[in-house]
């Protein structure tokens, strides 16, 4: 090629045709001959007219102009010039061989297409005949050889053919394969990407050393990588680094799905002199489960994508206790809340929403019956990986199901009670096959009560923890490709006080993880690569080269063609290797003093015979346009077409930018189950219309009681004439003061308004439908109270319990007792011996809290069961008067109303006159002679007389 200045011409000789453009402009200037002149008689009267067009005698200046711009574009199009800013002319640079070295490392990525027109300009500053050699520093096992001669054709195409690569670049590699080849080069060529890595500056002199060295740097832009990563339950925050410390700049990330779809984009920023910003996503925990990678906006290339692996991120755990809404600080979901928050993001609600999320484990606390349908939700959903963990409780204990993974004794074991022989239990060491193995065991634990596994051939193979006497503490069995783990003790510490140490939230970690087949310890086994970033920091197969990775050699190994960046499957499931983990980005601040650095424009080489060819042939199309419209062959622009045009315009520039005003956004859940970015600014949501009938929503404005609807009609109205009277005794002598009670439809009504619901059972009443019975367990886990009467107390013995096994099949109740002589429920308001109704002398069957002194949760019971017939001791009309006769007279009747007042205050307040700030006032009125009939104390509380009147509005609502 001939050079003029930072030109190249690949065909000089085309430039004489310049010579010809002084004859080509006079050619186009020339005038056209004048026109014969004819003299009509009948034109003289136009003689003083003057024309308003007229012909000019010369062409116009402006379209000799055009003509002769055009011919002049063809003309240097045709000597085929390249603008090259860093050529040199002399001789010697294109007299010997041409070593080009290119970095092709993941830190090039970004500015590729400027080292590819380095490299290219590079082979324009030499003879034809050049011989070309090519040198690659990101070490392949099958790479270049730099001994390989190329034409400078062949060279431009195979430089044109490089991608960079997803692992960062050896220099060492590079110059001993440079020495193997013998190569001794005339002139070298560096496309650099102009950082510290792998010996940089010594690899530049030693380049320079050799041969007359120029180099052209090309740092990646900010940000240039992305190093690190840290999560918590709720956000994650990744770190990005940047190679110049100058200035203040700003970043945005992107966090995508693994099939590319984009959740979210957080913006950092670099300070002036920082070298490191933080991009933190605070987005909804299931779509921060979502998220695979992490992307840099704009910006190309493996070192700025990272990909979250299932090791670092945070597990979704789903919740199911529905009693924990109720005294949420009482609940056994308490300890695993806060055993779980420090790693895990937390969803509670019911088996059907948790199962249709796919969380990671699903923990169940204390679940006895689990209907059908959730059954088989739960079943699936272990089948197809889940982790289903379970604890036990005395609902457990009384009755289990088949999402068990060993079969159970229908009983607890205590430990360290007054009629127990076994001392509390400890803890005995992990044994090497459980998932807890090389976790401390701390002394102090201790068990003091457990469910029984039944003994077996294969209980040891299904147990992961054990106590000191052997027992089994922690079994689990594979279901498909998921687990489920039982403890056989409590979540809470009623049962032992595991939930107190440290040791909890590492065993229910593992259970997580062992639970859906990964392993915790994964010192053993490899990992295989399922997905792969190429240079550009796309996610692609692996290729044929690419080799499993040893498990213990994961946390230590460097991306490299054997092992490049991306997923890998393996024991702990899914872990990434990222190209720019800790990397460090330090620019190479020395160069040798012989070398010959070329600047961004010095670089940048542009063949220019395409754009100026296309220049001629535009303005040769314009000419044309030109000459049609002079000849008339072409219509004239009218008024309505030109004020079209200029409105046309107006409203170009009328029309706001997208960009114009700022908003901001969140990310809302979308019914496809994706995140869409909507505005938060004030938007107007119209309420829905309600649909509730009036009764709900009286119910839920004012406290009110409800019984059962039943098929007995007469029933019926024994239990609301029996809840009217309870209603008017409690209006008149307590502050609480209920509604009109309300006939409940167990399979539809709200249960959840009504704190007390009462149950008097029908003779051959019908087993309840599941429906019925799931609705029950609901109410009952969410601190609604059930009054079960069986009204059968004028047979001799106990509460006949077996006919209601039948009728409530299926509902979720622990063991149950009879009320102990100590129970708060005798001394709630009045104190009290007995609990009679119309019936005396019988038996009233409360929850089973484990023992007196230790009672479970706040010891407040949700179920009570007798048969001593409560409703018709207490129904009155709307007169006040007494509808049913008591066995026991009035007597009876009042310490039966005193009863139904006992169990409301009970219902209501809960177990606080346990407190030892009550015994004083106890004591007093213990100590006082005067005993009340029926009581085993002093006489009731002195109430005004006027008060013990029922008074009554005019609609029959006690006032």
Known sequence: MTALGPFLFGAPWALAALIALPV??????????????????????????????????????????????????????????????????????GSGPL???MDNGWPSAPRWSELVNAATATLDTGSRDMPVHLLLTAPQQLNNDPSERLTTTDAAKRISSLRPQPWGTSREDALARLDAAGLKPARIFWASDGLENAGGRAFAADLSARAPLTVFA???????????????????????RRVETSGEERAFVSAFTLDGSALATAEATFSDGETDATASFTIPAAALARIARFTVTGRQGAGTVWLWDSSDRSRRVGLVDAGAAAQPLLSDMHYVRK??????????????????????????????????????????????????????????????????????????????????????????????????????????VRITQQVLARPGPELSSHTWARLADGSPLVTADARGNGTIILFHITAGPD??????????????RRCIAAGRGESVNDEEGAYTPKLVLDGYGRLQSPGPAAAPLKAADFAGIAPSEAHPPGLYQGPAGTRALNAARNAKLERIAAWPPAAR?????????????????????????????VALLVAGHLPRPGRRSGMAAVLLLAGMLVVPSPHASAQEYQYRLMPDGSYRRVPTGPQIIPLPRGDAPQSDVDAALRMRFGYVKTPDFALNERARAGLFGLSTTLYNR??????????????????ELYPLIYFAVPQGAAPLSERAIARLNAYLRSGGALVIDTRDGDTPGSTEITRLETLLEGLDAPPLQPVPSNHVLTRSFY????????????????????????????????????DADWISAWAVDERGRDLYSVDGGEDQREMARRFGVNLVMYILTGSYKDDQVHLPALLERLGDGDASPGGFGPSPPRNNPARDEPQFLPNGVPQ
């Open 99 to 101: 070593l080009i070295v």
């Open 495 to 508: 049962w032992a006080n595991l939930a107190y140490s440290d040791l909890f939230p590492q065993m229910l």
């Open 734 to 751: 307590t502050s609480v003061e209920p509604e009109m009670p309300d006939e409940l439809d167990l399979e539809t009504s709200p249960l």
């Open 339 to 444: 055993a779980l928050e420090p790693f895990a993001s937390i969803t509670e609600g019911s088996v059907e929403t948790l199962v249709a999320e796919s969380p990671d484990a699903i923990i169940l606390a204390d679940v006895g019956q689990i209907l059908p349908e959730d059954e088989k939700r739960l079943a699936d959903w272990v089948e197809n990986g889940g982790a289903l963990i379970r604890f036990a409780g005395p609902r457990l204990a009384a009755q289990g199901d088949d999402l068990l993974p060993v079969p159970l004794r229908r009983a607890s074991r205590a430990l360290g009670g007054a009629l127990a022989w076994d001392e509390p239990q400890a803890l005995a060491p992990f044994s090497e096959s459980s998932p807890f193995d090389g976790l401390t065991v701390p002394p102090d």
């Open 597 to 625: 650095l070329l600047g961004d424009a010095e670089a940048r080489a542009m063949r220019l015979a395409g754009p100026l060819l296309s220049l001629a042939a535009v303005l040769l199309a314009l000419d044309l346009f």
């Open 831 to 866: 104190l009290l011996a007995d609990f009679p109704g119309r019936y005396a002398g019988r038996q009233l069957w409360i929850e089973q809290a484990g023992s007196a002194s230790a009672p479970r949760g706040d010891g407040v019971s949700g179920l009570f069961i007798g």
């Open 218 to 240: 090309a740092p990646p832009h900010t940000p240039a990588a992305i190093t690190g990563l840290t999560s918590e339950t709720d956000s994650v925050a990744v770190t990005l």
């Open 24 to 93: 080509i402009w006079w050619i186009l200037r020339a005038t056209p001959p004048a026109p014969k002149d004819i003299e009509l008689p009948s034109l003289r009267i136009l003689d003083d007219m003057e024309p308003k067009e007229e012909t000019p005698a010369r062409t116009p200046w402006w379209v000799w102009l055009i003509r002769t711009l055009a011919v002049t574009a063809a003309i240097l199009g045709l000597s085929q010039p390249v603008y090259a800013p860093g050529a040199r002319t002399d001789s010697v640079e």
